[in-house]
């Protein structure tokens, strides 16, 4: 029997599925929900040390649907969380009390100062957290505080920010690293070296949903404008699982060990298990569970056991990382093109050695033998 259990970072996991930061973990109450629904963490919506400087706008998501209505993009406006830091600090620890088993990570997030980063890592230490996911990677709002992607698009800051959270964590790190960049392996790289024990992406990719062709105004309209926001869902699973495997490659070549979570258009076992296969140690669903709701985690569990039952996979390192191995470079492709070709175009039948007569194709092998 297949299991999902796993270990990462040192942190037990009764599956691999974990809540990407974001509306599904934005208060003790859906916290406690998502737990009791059977995921193998939750990832909490970032916080930072002042939520008076955090002011959410309506509407903050616009969606794009298939002609059949399904929804397949969804693009947001919304910042980290605007609830107090003490009352996170409080929930964090009920929490805590209330579900001793249960995974919390802290996703954090601050300004580029050395204080405010120690400050939040060791206060949200204190309640109990497993582990901490940094946010260098929300795309609007925060870059014009020089947070957020503004840190992730700057090899340098994030290099040094991850040094002072090193300093400062006695749990697990993991970087969430932007998309919104020319080489997430660079990125991948520039907080690795600084000794975090994981990176998570990708966070939601800048975009533009659309243009109303009636009122000439960009979507989502806040009063009349708005801004480029975070795109995530199904559309972006594509650019997510390449993104994936390229920091999974810098894992595998350059810090064997490191953990991986993958993330981007998660919604069932099956992507779950892509995601794997391309060296994602746990998976992250968010827009997905705002779709489908907290017991969307039971059919992705059912469908990544029937998954590794079909393949005689025991746990998730069986599998994890095993089609990285299938990617080359379009010159390689060539060549094993043409010598596929060659082969097929080479008469089977053709004895080489006597040992390979065969009493079942005797006639044509003599044949062969008689055309040369
Ligand atoms: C409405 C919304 C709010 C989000 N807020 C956060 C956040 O506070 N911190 C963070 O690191 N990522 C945030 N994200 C990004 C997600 O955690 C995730 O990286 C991204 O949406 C891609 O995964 P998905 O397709 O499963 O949603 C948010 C995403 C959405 C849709």
């Not at 968010?286 to 569990?301: F, N």
Request: net charge negative.
């Amino acid at each position: 029997m297949p299991t999902l259990e796993t270990t990462v970072d040192g942190i037990k996991l009764p599956n691999p599925f974990v809540i990407g930061s974001g509306p599904p973990g934005t208060n003790a109450n859906v916290v406690g929900k998502a737990l009791e629904e059977g995921w193998g963490a939750v990832i909490i919506k970032t916080i930072s040390l002042e939520s008076s400087k955090v002011t959410n706008v309506a509407p903050r998501y616009a969606r794009l649907r298939t002609a059949s209505k399904e929804i397949i993009g969804w693009q947001n406006i919304e910042l980290i969380s605007d609830r107090p830091f003490e009352v996170w600090l409080d929930e964090l620890k009920m929490l805590k009390d209330k579900y001793p088993d249960g995974v919390v990570i802290a996703s954090v997030m601050e300004e580029y100062e050395k204080d405010r980063w120690v400050e939040i890592i060791e206060r949200v230490q204190a309640t109990g957290v497993a582990g901490f996911e940094l946010n260098f990677s929300c795309p609007h709002g925060l870059p014009e505080r020089k947070m957020g992607a503004a840190m992730g698009q700057s090899l340098e800051i994030m290099h040094e920010v991850t040094g002072w959270v090193m300093g400062a964590a006695k749990i697990p790190v993991w970087a969430k690293l932007t998309p919104n960049v020319t080489s997430i392996a660079a990125g991948a790289e520039a907080a690795l070296s600084a000794g975090c024990q994981g990176v998570a992406a990708i966070n939601t990719i800048l975009s533009v949903m659309g243009v109303d062709l009636e009122t000439l105004r960009p979507e989502p309209t806040v009063e009349g404008y708005t801004v480029p926001g975070g795109y995530s869902c199904t559309a972006v699973k594509p650019i997510a699982l390449r993104m994936v495997k390229e920091c999974a490659e810098v894992i595998r070549d350059k810090f064997p060990g490191r953990s991986l979570s993958a993330i981007g258009g998660i919604e069932s076992g099956k992507d779950a298990a892509q995601f794997i296969l391309l060296g994602g140690d746990t998976v992250q669903v968010c827009t997905g569970v705002m779709k489908m709701g907290y017991d969307c985690v039971k059919p992705m569990q059912d469908e990544l056991l029937a998954f590794m039952a079909k393949h005689n996979f025991e746990t998730i390192a069986d599998f994890k990382g095993h089609s990285l191995q299938y990617f080359t470079t379009h010159a390689d492709l060539v060549r094993r093109q043409a010598e596929a070709k060659a082969a097929k175009a080479r008469p089977k039948a053709v004895v080489a050695k006597d040992g390979e007569w065969k009493g079942s194709e005797f006639v044509q092998q003599s044949d062969a033998l008689a055309r040369g």
